[in-house]
Every structure is written in structure tokens, then in C-alpha cells.
């Protein structure tokens, strides 16, 4: 158990419609990292937020979007959910915000049918 | 760019010692990791290198080698458990980590 935690574990849904994944970091990290992974295209980077401010995007769509809140978890948002965007969404923290070993939550599985 | 090559596939048996290589090419380089992941679960953290050489940690062990852009994972003593997703993965200059598409280790009695 790494300390990260999310939820839901299993989400289903339809295409068009929006979902929403929660974070929340080890005790102490002040970054959270999300990532997703398909079967074809490995594990992908999205963004990182450090102590409530983005720091780095990686190939995030506009239809996704994310936030660190005050107590430091964090909210993945999906919307107009399109079949190809079924995939394993992990969340990642760190302590701090450069180069650091990040260590992943369980994972959300995403299913739009 | 970030480009991170490492093999689709490996087997081996059981008790004997595999050898994971990763190749990368990148704009900046601020470490490597090694993590494993089983099927449908979180990848988990094996190991750290920033400076050229070996890293020991127990079975498994990770090498670099700056200038060459390569490294590799050594795992020793084999089990069952060990069948898994090897992951590499380094940080580009802007603090994203890229990782490789697994090496997927197949372990047999």
C-alpha cells in the first residue's frame, strides 16, 4: 500500500457524459501526478500540480481537466467522454516538486460504453 | 524529445537471474526509475538511478550508464511472484516523467 488512494475504483459510463476522479496524496506529498494507461499505448502522463499550482502538462486533452485543492487531493475531470478514453487513470505524489520518486494510487478503471 | 526503448517480452524459469535493458534518448536527464506493475494494479517503485553505476536493493539491482543512455534491472533468484510488468521510466528537463511500454517478464517453474 503506497498511501495514495482513489476513488471510485471501477467507474461506467456512457459516451458525452463527464466523470470525476479523486486523489488523495501521501501524508506529507505536496505533488500529485495523473496519469492514464491503454493497453496500446502504455502509461501517459497528463499533469502534475504542486502545493495547489500546475506545474507540468503533459498530453492532456482539452476535455480533461484537473485541480489541487487546499487539503492537497486532487480532481480529475473528464467530460464528453468519447469509448477511446476507457483506460486505467492512476494518480502519483511526491513530496516535493523537481525529480522526485512518486509513488501511484490503486487506479480508477474507466469504461465508457 | 524523449524516446525510451525496452523489450515487449522476456521468460525465464524459476531461481535463475533475467536482465531488463532500457535505452533512452532524452533532451534532459534528471534520473531513471525501475517500477513493476502486476496486471490491473499500480506500478510500484523499485528503483532510483541518477549517477552512473549499480544500485543493489536485495533480488534486484539497476545499473546506468549516463553517456551511453542505458540501463538495466537485474533480478536474481526468480519466483513466481516476480512475473510482472518492468516499467523504465525517466525525467525530461520540466519535470515530466516519461515511462517505456513495459517489458512484460514471464516466469516459469
Known amino acids: 500500500d503506497s498511501g495514495v488512494t482513489q476513488t471510485p475504483k471501477h467507474l461506467i459510463t456512457a459516451t458525452g457524459q463527464r466523470v470525476t476522479l479523486r486523489c488523495s496524496p501521501r501524508s506529507g506529498d505536496l505533488s500529485v501526478y495523473w496519469y492514464q494507461q491503454s493497453l496500446d499505448q502504455g502509461l501517459q502522463f497528463l499533469i502534475q500540480?504542486?502545493?495547489?499550482?500546475?506545474?507540468a502538462k503533459g498530453n492532456i486533452l482539452e476535455r480533461f481537466s484537473a485541480q489541487q485543492f487546499p487539503d492537497l487531493h486532487s480532481e480529475l475531470n473528464l467530460s464528453s467522454l468519447e469509448l477511446g478514453d476507457s483506460a486505467l487513470y492512476f494518480c502519483?505524489?511526491?513530496?516535493?516538486?523537481?525529480?522526485?520518486?512518486?509513488?501511484f494510487g490503486p487506479g480508477t478503471r474507466l469504461l465508457v460504453l | 524529445g524523449q524516446n525510451i526503448d525496452q523489450p515487449t517480452e522476456m521468460t525465464a524459469t524459476e531461481g535463475a537471474i533475467v536482465q531488463i535493458n532500457c535505452t533512452y534518448q532524452?533532451?534532459?536527464?534528471?534520473?531513471l526509475f525501475w517500477y513493476q506493475q502486476h496486471a490491473g494494479e499500480a506500478p510500484t517503485f523499485l528503483s532510483y538511478n541518477v549517477l552512473d553505476g549499480l544500485e543493489e536493493k536485495g533480488r534486484f539491482s539497476s545499473f546506468l550508464s549516463r553517456s551511453k543512455g542505458y540501463s538495466y534491472l537485474l533480478l536474481k533468484e526468480l519466483q513466481m511472484k516476480d512475473s510482472a510488468s518492468y516499467l523504465c521510466a525517466v525525467y525530461q528537463a520540466g519535470t515530466a516523467l516519461i515511462f517505456g511500454k513495459g517489458t512484460t517478464l514471464s516466469v516459469s517453474s
Open positions: 502519483a505524489s511526491s513530496v516535493g516538486e523537481l525529480y522526485e520518486t512518486q509513488y
Open positions: 532524452t533532451s534532459g536527464f534528471n534520473g
Open positions: 500540480y504542486y502545493n495547489g499550482e500546475e506545474r
